[in-house]
């Protein structure tokens, strides 16, 4: 059974920074693709990076620079460093896992993927 915890989340200020961690475990499969999502109040969810099983990384446009996404197969942790925090980024972020159809390529939509956690709140004051 493919399990994922997201932590790290809070509340801060603009221009800080924040790491969210999501452990994953059950997922036995080579190849992936991971990635977190987030879905503010009144909003549908949405693509925030992703990265499959080769390291390659995606980024919606509005974190480019700001956010990173990365994951310590030991730990079998993925994790979402985020910069320069906006009060816009404020959302529930999620973390998500689906097993990669397409070697290079990851889907940047919340539907196809199937193993999700149960989110975590980042709050961004003005």
Do not use: H
Not at 12 to 34: E, I, K, N, W
Not at 46 to 57: C, Y
Not at 87 to 95: K, S
């Amino acid at each position: 059974q493919v399990q994922l915890v997201e932590s790290g989340g809070g509340s801060l200020q603009a221009g800080g920074s924040l790491r969210l961690s999501c452990a994953v475990s059950g997922y036995t499969y080579d190849r992936y693709c991971m990635g977190w999502f987030r879905q503010a109040p009144g909003k549908e969810r949405e693509g925030v990076a992703n990265i499959d099983s080769a390291g390659i990384t995606k980024y919606a446009d509005s974190v480019k620079g700001r956010f990173t996404i990365s994951k310590d197969n030991a730990k079998n942790t993925l994790y979402l460093q985020m910069n320069s925090l906006k009060p816009e980024d404020t959302a529930i972020y999620y973390c998500a896992a689906m097993l990669q159809r397409t070697y290079g390529f990851c889907f940047q939509t919340p539907r196809p993927y199937n193993y999700w956690g149960q989110g975590t709140q980042v709050t961004v004051s003005s």
